[in-house]
């Protein structure tokens, strides 16, 4: 696993940024024939605070016209159960608003759980049927709790695309998204596997605040542990975790020595 530390979450988003670009402009060939015979470049993504700046800076090389999206074919790791896509908290709304209505991806290569969904397990089953492909690379974030997408502590590696409870500790977090009202926060959610996740080609996660402190020790310095699901990205071949020093602020001095010197 490789550890990518920079100075503050800004820096952090911009190198994720020119790493996401990079990769999708690679996978184009060089003369940049974004309908190359390759067929499309499939990246996973995630919602929440973490990948705002990811967001802003992607947006940014797309109109300076460093990268395009009409040839990436995009899966959101996760969606709230109950909420309709036009709710003010939902993915489906988070999604458009700050980053598919300002590139050139194609509405039909995006796809978002229905938290509307009549039968939520098939349509858990369906999503993952569709992800079935993988993926060329997936960015992802992680929760104080050490969540992975939805996948709250205690989730098996092997984990598909399913309906998960979530804890009360991931209810209380999200809930500034909610007036600041708990209950307000859905207590359910339909959510991608840690085994859907790590099926990737690669994986980027995304770690940035002193808040997150605790999960980025784990993911580095723990064990594998069902308790700490970003963890499971230490099995992972091509797994990369780009943080800002904030987050590394409970890794050891060597550690961190180690991974600012790579």
Not at 69 to 91: A, C, I, K, W
């Amino acid at each position: 696993m490789r550890l990518v530390i920079k100075k503050d979450s800004a820096e952090a988003a911009c190198w994720a940024a020119e790493y996401i670009a990079g990769k999708i402009n690679a996978h184009a060939g060089s003369g940049g024939d974004r309908d190359s015979a390759r067929g499309p470049f499939r990246l996973g993504l995630p919602t929440g605070s973490s990948p705002l700046g990811i967001y802003r800076e992607l947006v940014s090389r797309y109109k300076a016209g460093k990268v395009s999206f009409r040839n990436v074919v995009t899966y959101n790791m996760d969606e709230y159960l109950g909420l309709p896509p036009d709710h003010p908290q939902s993915y489906h709304r988070f999604m458009w608003d700050n980053f598919f209505s300002h590139v050139d991806i194609q509405k039909e290569n995006v796809h978002i759980l229905d938290g509307m969904a009549k039968d939520p397990d098939a349509e858990c089953e369906a999503y993952e049927q569709g992800a079935a492909g993988g993926f060329h690379l997936f960015l992802g974030g992680v929760g104080q709790n050490g969540h992975l997408a939805f996948n709250e502590p205690g989730s098996s590696p092997a984990s598909k695309t399913r309906v998960i409870t979530l804890t009360t500790d991931t209810r209380i977090v999200n809930a500034r998204f909610f007036g600041g009202d708990m209950e307000s926060v859905p207590k359910k959610a339909l959510s991608m596997g840690i085994g859907t996740v790590l099926s990737a080609a690669e994986v980027l996660i995304i770690v940035t605040g002193y808040a997150k402190a605790r999960a980025l020790k784990a993911a580095v310095e723990g064990g594998i542990s069902q308790m700490w699901p970003v963890s499971f990205l230490q099995t992972h071949p091509r797994g990369i975790i780009v943080c800002d020093e904030a987050a590394t602020e409970e890794l050891k001095v060597g550690t961190v020595r180690h991974f600012k010197g790579d």
